[in-house]
């Protein structure tokens, strides 16, 4: 069974400071997505990365792909209290393109 | 585009009663998902449909919970009867076909939130 762990589970800092979450596993994907969820709400996708070493920038977002495709990590710079919410990741299978979803990372920016 | 709907928003139940959520996908998406996150986890998929047909549902508990999507649009999912462990959300995705992983992703609803007591 593949697994995506996230790092850290809980994040809570202020306003203005740069922050990196992790999406990591020991199996490859065909792709890798980070989605966001606020309460009470379904999560959103982001952005999808595809090939390995890819970087795609979403306003102050950066999203990495790894270059083995195990490992994605999501740069946030001069983060702002808008961006609190749950980051989720998940990624797809090779074989069948089924989403393999990560626990999460829960982010607090505090104004 | 309308999003994905889903309702009840909220449902509060005792143990061993029935529930039953509904969901209204993005028209002509032909994939819907069902998926149970608890709190602090991220989504747990229980049943994929491609049309009305059943892609997987190797994670549904199927001594207490059903699903159908009949005509391929509309899907409901029940539980029968409901433990206490089942309090969770209850998300409805949809995607345009099963490569979404690769492609547009997944348009999630806002959830069921159930509470069995």
């Known amino acids: 069974t593949q697994l995506l762990e996230q790092s850290p589970q809980f994040l809570s800092i202020q306003e203005g400071e740069n922050l990196t979450v992790y999406c990591n596993s020991s199996s490859v994907f065909s792709s890798l997505q980070w989605y966001r969820q606020e309460p009470g709400e379904g999560p959103v996708l982001l952005v999808t990365?595809?090939?390995g070493g890819e970087v795609k920038k979403l306003k102050r977002l950066t999203f990495q792909f790894g270059d083995a495709r195990k490992d994605s990590s999501l740069h946030i710079t001069a983060a702002q209290p808008g961006d609190t919410g749950l980051y989720l990741c998940?990624?797809?299978?090779?074989?069948?393109?089924?989403?393999?979803w990560g626990a999460g990372t829960k982010l607090i920016i505090k104004p | 585009e309308a999003g994905v709907a889903q309702s009840p928003r909220y449902k509060i139940i005792e143990k061993r009663q029935s529930v039953a959520f509904w969901c209204n996908p993005i028209s002509g998406h032909a994939t819907l998902y069902w998926y149970q996150q608890i709190l602090g986890q991220g989504p747990k998929l229980l049943i994929q449909?491609?049309?009305?047909?059943?892609?997987?549902d190797s994670q549904l508990p199927k001594d207490r919970f059903s699903a159908e999507r009949l005509k391929g649009v509309d899907s409901t999912l029940k539980i029968q009867p409901a433990k206490l462990e089942d309090s969770a959300v209850y998300l409805c995705?949809?995607?345009?076909?099963?490569?979404?992983?690769?492609?547009?992703?997944?348009?999630f609803g806002s959830g069921t939130r159930l509470t069995v007591v």
């Open positions: 995705a949809s995607s345009l076909d099963l490569g979404a992983g690769v492609g547009s992703g997944y348009t």
């Open positions: 449909f491609q049309n009305n047909g059943v892609v997987d």
């Open positions: 998940a990624g797809a299978e090779v074989s069948n393109y089924q989403l393999i």
């Open positions: 990365v595809v090939t």
